[in-house]
C-alpha cells in the first residue's frame, strides 16, 4: 500500500513537472503584461480590469489554442469547405458531411502543428512582416533608420527589416513579442483597410484605427501561412518545369535560345558571353533550383528560380485588388439612387439633402471597404421566405405575426412586415430589439451560404430591380441567381469580400503568374527534341 502511495505520488509531480515544463515554454510565458493584455483584447476575450500577469496569463492560454492552434474550429461550413478546396480535396459530397466530420479533415490538412505554432510565435519577427508590400517594408526601414543596399529587392528588404525588428521596437520604447500599434506607425488607414480587403477580412465597424491595427495583428500569422503555402505550389511548379532541362536540351539549344532562358529567369549574362559559358551558366542556375549544389537551400534556389514570389504576390495582390474595386464600381454604376441611398444607410454615412445620383455614387466608391452592419431598409430583402416567416413569428408583434401568418404573402409584403417590426422594436429598445438584432444576425451566417438558391424566378427578378438591374433576355435560373449573388455581395460587404472570393483571385494569380517557368523550359525542350531529331535524321542521310 504504501508503495502505491509513493509511486502515486511520484506519477502526480512527474505530472506536475511536464505541465509546468509546458507552461514555461509557452510564448506567451515571457509576454509583457500590455501584450497579455493586447492579445486579449485583439481576441475579443474579456479579462478585469484591474488583473494581475498571473490572471492575466491564464486566461491568454485558455483561450490559446481556439485562436492560434485550431481557429477552424469557430468556422462554419462554408469556410471549412473552402479551405479544403484551396488544398485540394474533394468536397462534392461535404453537403450530406456534419461540420464535425468536416473539422477533422481540415485539422489533417492544417497548416501546421500545435509546436510550430508555439514555436512560430516565439520567433514573430520571422513572421509577421511577410504579408507587407515592398512599400511598406521600405517606409519602415526608413523610420528606424535601417540602411538598405542597392539593388533594393525584397528580400534584401524583409531580410533587413527582420534583422532590425528588435531594435527598432527598443527605439520605439516597445514591445516585439506581440507588439503594438508602433509596427504599424508607417501606415495609414486606407493601408490598414487594403490589406484586410486583399486577405479578404472584412474590415472592423464601427471602424476606428485601432481596431484596423489589431484585426491586421490577428489575422497576419493565417496570412503568412497562406503565402508560404503559395510559394511551396510555385517552388515546386518551377523544379517540375526544370526537371526536364536535360543537358540534352541545353546542349541542343542555340545560343538566342539560351539567351532568352536566361533572360526569363533573371540569370545575368555578362557580355560578351560565349556559348559554352552560356551552356555552363544554366546548367549551374539549374544545380541551385533543382537543390544539387552544396551551398543550396530550398529558399535560395527557389529565390534564384522564381526572382522573388514576394514580388510576384505583391503583384498579384495589386492587381485583384484593382480588379475588385473595378467590378465594385462596374456594379455601382447600375443601381437605382434606392440603393445607392441604402448602401450608405447600412454603412453610418451621411447623406446630404438633394445629393444626385452621381454624388450618390461617388460617395459609396468613397466608402467600398466599408461592410454593412446597421440597420437600413434593405435590412430583410435577402432573407429567405422561411427566415422572413420565422422571424414575423417570433417577433412578439401581433401585426407581424399575423402578416407571417397569411396565406399565398408575397416576398414583398412579408419584407414590409419585418421592416415594420423591426422599426418598432428599434424603437421600443430593451429585450425585443436585442431579440431581433439576435434573430437577425443569426439568420444572415445560416443564410449567406445559400443566399437565393430558394427563390424563385419572379423574386429575383424583383430583387434585381430594386437595384434598376434588368434581366438579359434568355437568362437562365441559375444565371440570374449568380447575378443577383453578386448584388448582394457588393451590397453587403463592399470590396471587402469573404476571404473565399478575394483570397481565391490571389492564389489564382500569383500561381498563374508561373506559367511562364514551364511554358518556357517545355517550349525549349520541345524545340530542343525537334532540333535532336532533324540533325539525327541529317546524319542517317550523310551516312
Known amino acids: 500500500m504504501r508503495i502505491a502511495k509513493a509511486l502515486l505520488s511520484l506519477a502526480l509531480v512527474a505530472d506536475a513537472a511536464i505541465a509546468s515544463s509546458w507552461f514555461s515554454n509557452a510564448a506567451y510565458n515571457k509576454w509583457h503584461e500590455t501584450e497579455l493584455e493586447r492579445w486579449l483584447s485583439d481576441h475579443d476575450v474579456p479579462y478585469p480590469t484591474p488583473a494581475d500577469r498571473k490572471d492575466l496569463e491564464k486566461l491568454v492560454q485558455k483561450n490559446w489554442e481556439s485562436h492560434v492552434v485550431t481557429p477552424y474550429n469557430s468556422w462554419d461550413a462554408a469556410q471549412l469547405n473552402s479551405y479544403l478546396k484551396q488544398k ?169 535560345q539560351l539567351k532568352e532562358f536566361c533572360d526569363k529567369n533573371s540569370i545575368p549574362v555578362p557580355q560578351g558571353t560565349k556559348l559554352n559559358q552560356l551552356r555552363s551558366l544554366v546548367r549551374k542556375h539549374r544545380a541551385e533550383i533543382m537543390g544539387d549544389t552544396v551551398a543550396s537551400t530550398a529558399a535560395s534556389a527557389y529565390g534564384a528560380a522564381t526572382s522573388n514570389v514576394g514580388e510576384n504576390v505583391a503583384k498579384a495582390t495589386d492587381v485583384t485588388s484593382q480588379a475588385a474595386l473595378d467590378a465594385f464600381n462596374a456594379a455601382v454604376n447600375t443601381w437605382s439612387e434606392s440603393r445607392l441611398k441604402g448602401y450608405l444607410d447600412a454603412r453610418g454615412v451621411p447623406v446630404p439633402q438633394g445629393s444626385k445620383t452621381d454624388e450618390l455614387r461617388a460617395l459609396v466608391r468613397k466608402h467600398a471597404h466599408k461592410a454593412a452592419t446597421g440597420w437600413s431598409a434593405w435590412t430583410w430583402d435577402d432573407l429567405t421566405l422561411d427566415n422572413l416567416k420565422a422571424y414575423l413569428a417570433s417577433s412578439g408583434d401581433a ?145
Not at 490598414?192 to 472584412?202: F, N, R, S
Not at 407581424?400 to 419584407?415: S, Y
Not at 447575378?483 to 490571389?506: D, N, V
Open 399 to 543: 401585426a407581424a405575426k399575423k402578416a407571417g401568418e397569411k396565406a399565398g404573402a408575397t416576398r414583398e409584403e412579408l419584407v414590409q412586415a419585418a421592416n415594420a417590426a423591426y422599426a418598432s422594436a428599434s424603437s421600443a429598445g430593451g429585450n425585443s430589439f436585442a431579440s431581433a438584432t439576435s434573430y437577425l444576425s443569426h439568420a444572415t451566417d445560416n443564410a449567406k451560404a445559400a443566399t437565393f438558391d430558394t427563390w424563385s424566378e419572379s423574386d429575383l427578378k424583383a430583387y434585381l430591380d430594386s437595384y434598376g438591374i434588368p434581366v438579359p433576355q434568355g437568362s437562365s435560373l441559375n444565371e440570374i441567381r449568380a447575378l443577383a449573388r453578386r448584388q448582394w455581395t457588393y451590397y453587403k460587404y463592399g470590396t471587402s469580400s469573404p476571404s473565399e472570393t478575394i483570397f481565391a483571385k490571389i492564389k489564382e494569380n500569383v500561381l498563374s503568374g508561373w506559367d511562364w517557368v514551364t511554358g518556357q523550359v517545355m517550349a525549349g525542350s520541345d524545340a530542343a527534341k525537334k532540333k535532336a531529331e532533324e540533325g539525327r535524321a541529317k546524319a542517317h542521310k550523310e551516312l
Open 88 to 256: 485540394g480535396v474533394e468536397t462534392k459530397d461535404s453537403a450530406q458531411a456534419s461540420r464535425d466530420s468536416l473539422i477533422s479533415q481540415v485539422k489533417g490538412y492544417w497548416y501546421e502543428t500545435e509546436d510550430k505554432a508555439q514555436t512560430a510565435w516565439t520567433n514573430v519577427k520571422d513572421w509577421i512582416l511577410d504579408s507587407w508590400t515592398d512599400s511598406q517594408l521600405k517606409a519602415f526601414c526608413d523610420r528606424y533608420g535601417i540602411p538598405v543596399p542597392q539593388p533594393r529587392t525584397r528580400d534584401t528588404l524583409l531580410q533587413k527589416a527582420r534583422v532590425a525588428y528588435e531594435t527598432a521596437a527598443q527605439k520605439a520604447g516597445e514591445t516585439a513579442a506581440y507588439p503594438g500599434n508602433w509596427l504599424y506607425e508607417t501606415w495609414s488607414e486606407s493601408d490598414l483597410k487594403e490589406w484586410l480587403d486583399t486577405h479578404g477580412i472584412p474590415a472592423p465597424q464601427p471602424t476606428t484605427r485601432d481596431k484596423l491595427i489589431a484585426s491586421v495583428r490577428r489575422n497576419s500569422r493565417l496570412a503568412s501561412l497562406r503565402m508560404q503555402e503559395q510559394k511551396a505550389a510555385a517552388q515546386k511548379k518551377a523544379q517540375e518545369a526544370y526537371a526536364t532541362l536535360t543537358d540534352k536540351v541545353i546542349d541542343a539549344w542555340s545560343e538566342s
